[in-house]
């Protein structure tokens, strides 16, 4: 399995809601990481885990809150969130933070109405 | 610090002809380069990598690459476009021994005229 398995594909939320986007590898990896996307632009990293700690938090808002239950699961937890977050989010993973290359899910194409 | 230039936000090529997209990068360490692709509505699929050893670097899909260190230059090449390239292409760096992240360019977006 060389899969990064992002659900759901797609989510609209009001600006009030909580959701949370899940992302699974059963690579054996122990890096997992979330990049946010905006249209016609390159991905940016807002944060990072290594061995199901979070090692690198890149000065996200509050309203996104990560979670790594395990080394095969990684969340991202929604509220309270805001139109400009409208976004694809990826989840990505790599055997650990320093072997290069990462493998990228397919998304979450999120709009916050 | 690191960074990564792409040349020219779009590219057109007719199917058939070379494919060419550039990327040039700056790195105070030995770099790693990455090339990745993004179909509309996908996440990224790494097209191919360049770490250490060999400078030319063969990916998926027929594509491949060079490292140049003295041009500080990492380009993608095709010798032959498909209507199935057609997509969005992104040069990115990462410092080689380091825990930092990778650095994406821009991005380039290809299109294949019939």
């Known amino acids: 399995d060389t899969e990064v398995t992002q659900t759901p594909k797609h989510l609209v939320m009001g600006m009030t809601n909580k959701k949370s986007l899940k992302c699974e590898q059963h690579?054996?990896?122990?890096?997992m990481y979330w990049y946010k996307q905006k249209a016609k632009k390159p991905p940016e990293l807002m944060f990072v885990?290594?061995?199901?700690?979070?090692?690198i938090n890149e000065s996200v808002p509050s309203r996104f809150s990560p979670e790594c239950p395990n080394s095969s699961l990684l969340n991202l937890h929604l509220h309270a969130l805001q139109p400009e977050d409208s976004a694809l989010y990826l989840c990505?993973?790599?055997?650990?933070?320093?072997?290069?290359?990462?493998?990228f899910g397919s998304g979450t194409q999120l709009s916050v109405l | 610090a690191q960074s990564v230039t792409q040349l020219g936000s779009h590219v057109s090529v007719s199917e058939g002809a070379l494919v060419l997209l550039r990327c040039n990068y700056s790195?105070?360490?030995?770099?790693?380069l990455f090339w990745y692709v993004q179909y509309p509505n996908q996440g990224l699929q790494l097209l191919l990598k360049?770490?250490?050893?060999?400078?030319l670097v063969k990916g998926i899909n027929g594509f491949e690459a060079e490292f140049k260190k003295s041009e500080t230059s990492f380009h993608l090449t095709k010798p032959s476009a498909h209507m199935s390239d057609a997509a969005e292409y992104f040069c990115?760096?990462?410092?080689?021994?380091?825990?930092?992240?990778?650095?994406f360019g821009s991005g380039t977006q290809l299109t294949v005229l019939p």
């Open positions: 990505a993973s790599s055997q650990d933070s320093l072997t290069p290359g990462l493998f």
């Open positions: 690579m054996g990896h122990r890096a």
């Open positions: 885990y290594s061995y199901e700690k979070l090692s």
């Open positions: 790195s105070s360490v030995p770099p790693y």
């Open positions: 360049y770490t250490t050893g060999a400078t």
């Open positions: 990115a760096v990462r410092g080689s021994g380091s825990a930092r992240q990778l650095t």
